[in-house]
Nanobody, 119 residues
Framework: QVQLVESGGGLVQPGGSLRLSCAAS????????MGWYRQAPGKERELVAT???????NLADSVKGRFTISRDNAKGTVYLQMNSLKPEDTAVYYC?????????????WGQGTQVTVSS
């Protein structure tokens, strides 16, 4: 069974930094796109950043210049480095990945990790 497990969330002051990690495990043949989404209270889930298996990245306008997405293909792990955090970045952050197994290809979600930016 495929799982995505996130870590690295927490409470940080405005202007601070956090790094989120998401590790894929299970009987995985390959991983294509990996990415991060977030959902703030009362709002819809939104795209934060994605990265292809080749390293091409896409970031939401609201985080460009502050967040960086990267991945370690050997470890099946994607990272989100978040700098200059703002209160409006407060949300539950979800990892997402397009994963192929021996019998199935589809998108998987992690359980989410809370990021709170507050003084």
């Amino acid at each position: 069974q495929v799982q995505l497990v996130e870590s690295g969330g927490g409470l940080v002051q405005p202007g601070g930094s956090l790094r989120l990690s998401c590790a894929a495990s299970g009987r995985i043949a390959s991983i294509n796109f990996m990415g991060w989404y977030r959902q703030a209270p009362g709002k819809e889930r939104e795209l934060v950043a994605t990265i292809s298996s080749g390293g091409d990245t896409n970031l939401a306008d609201s985080v460009k210049g502050r967040f960086t997405i990267s991945r370690d293909n050997a470890k099946g792990t994607v990272y989100l480095q978040m700098n200059s955090l703002k209160p409006e970045d407060t949300a539950v952050y979800y990892c997402n990945a397009e994963i192929r197994t021996a019998i199935y290809r589809g998108y998987y979600w992690g359980q989410g990790t809370q990021v709170t930016v507050s003084s």
